[in-house]
């Protein structure tokens, strides 16, 4: 697991899956989340404006990154 250091109080999960490489693009991103392809604390999560906040845990095709904030 990866550990993603983020600034500020949360990120919105989407964006996340972008700014941490999992998605090319934020249009993948949303595809994805849509589709119920990721996992969030374990579940599956369909809503790509979430917000992610310290600690959470989030899967994508069998990598896991953990948010940590600075």
Do not use: P, W
């Given at each position: 697991?990866d ?5 500020g109080?949360?990120?919105k999960?989407q ?7 999992m998605?090319?693009?934020g249009?993948?991103a949303?595809?994805?989340v849509?589709n119920g ?8 999560c ?10 959470d845990v989030?899967?994508?095709e069998?990598?896991e990154i953990k948010v940590?904030?600075?």
């Amino acid at each position: 697991m990866d550990n993603i250091k983020i600034e500020g109080e949360y990120i919105k999960l989407q964006d996340l899956l972008k700014f941490s490489g999992m998605c090319m693009t934020g249009g993948h991103a949303k595809q994805v989340v849509q589709n119920g392809e990721v996992r969030v604390n374990g579940e599956v999560c369909e809503m790509r404006g979430k917000k992610i906040r310290n600690g959470d845990v989030v899967e994508f095709e069998g990598k896991e990154i953990k948010v940590v904030l600075i």
